[in-house]
């Protein structure tokens, strides 16, 4: 490899994620490039995360119309090679204007808009995971489970169809309890609940799709939705359903994640997520280094891809 190389990645919405960045930073030092980090946030004095960069701009809120433009703006100026999005409600919009990125050479670490609009919405996800014969929980519409509610397995989740960070998720064990909830404001999903042992799932493919990576964590603890106390476990059974997943996911690209539940009856998959997810920092200590990966793809040299990693690896989150 050739020595003082040099790469600019800009996190987008970069928040709190200060170990995605060290992540990033290590495994640039590791090939010999001298790693230039950059960052926007609506209020980056108030971001961790752009403290942690060598430089950060304010920007609108993602769903503002000028919100690309400004990234572009930035992108084109700071000569940035790729760019790192860190949010839900940003994806759809990244991917769908990922062309114009790579026009002024900038890649774009995203999934297809199909693969992201599937991710947002829990109702589609549980609809395309019970197509392809992957375990799913029984979901449907609110309006559907509230219909028939007899014929359903109590206790019941009622969450947002396009919730993140476990907002607005309502746990209903019986009837009289869904009474005395009125009517559900916005739109939501039923999904027979289930309790055991919860895992994520960080999946890593490759330019052309292909899965790479699989490495599961078990969420000893959470807090407000993500996982703060986690241990990798290479489990045989969560290892195959990535696989199955993989083999059915077109547009897949980067870093992915999904969740799930194994209880007495089984593996159950309840999520997904196109993007970094908040525990990916324990797979890449544990060797799953989709950071290194998506670096060696923008400096064209060969990927070091590998499904190697360390099992029973925990780490601990902190403020």
């Known amino acids: 490899m050739k020595e003082n190389r040099s790469l600019t990645v800009l996190f987008s919405s970069a928040g709190r994620r200060v170990e995605l960045i060290n992540c990033f ?24 995360a752009c403290q942690a960069a060598d430089a950060s701009w304010a920007v609108p809120r993602c769903a503002a ?27 759809e919009i990244l991917a769908e204007r990922r062309r114009a990125f790579e026009e002024i050479g900038t890649a774009v670490a995203i999934s297809s808009p199909d693969v992201v609009r599937l991710a947002r919405n829990k109702l589609e996800t549980a609809r395309f995971l019970k197509r392809h014969e992957l375990p799913v929980p029984r979901t449907a519409a609110v309006d559907e489970f509230l219909s028939d509610t007899k014929n359903w397995r109590w206790p019941v989740i009622l969450k947002p169809i396009s919730g993140s960070c476990s907002i607005g998720i309502k746990l209903v064990r019986d009837e009289s309890e869904l009474a005395k909830l009125g009517d559900l404001k916005g739109d939501y999903i039923a999904q027979e609940f289930h309790s055991g042992r ?68 089984g593996v159950w998959m309840f999520e997904l997520n196109a993007r970094f997810g908040g525990g990916y920092p324990l797979a890449h200590e544990a060797g799953g280094k989709f950071a290194r990966w998506l670096l060696e793809e923008c400096l064209g040299c060969p990927p070091s891809y590998s499904d190697e990693w360390t099992d029973g690896v925990s780490m601990l989150r902190y403020d």
């Open 25 to 48: 930073r290590r495994e640039a030092s590791d090939l010999g490039v001298a790693l230039r980090v950059l960052t926007v946030d609506l209020r980056p004095d108030a971001s961790a």
């Open 65 to 91: 119309p000028e919100y690309v433009p400004k990234l572009l703006e930035i992108c084109e100026r700071e000569r940035v090679a790729l760019l790192v999005p860190t949010i839900d409600t940003e994806l």
């Open 198 to 265: 919860e895992y994520t799932v960080n999946i890593f493919f490759d330019g052309a799709g292909k899965l790479r990576c699989s490495v599961p964590h078990l969420r000893v603890e959470t807090r407000a939705g993500e996982v703060s106390k986690g241990i990798t476990e290479r489990h045989p059974e969560l290892l195959e359903i990535a696989r199955r997943f993989g083999d059915v996911l077109p547009g897949a690209r980067g870093a992915l994640c999904f969740q799930a539940i194994i209880d007495e009856a």
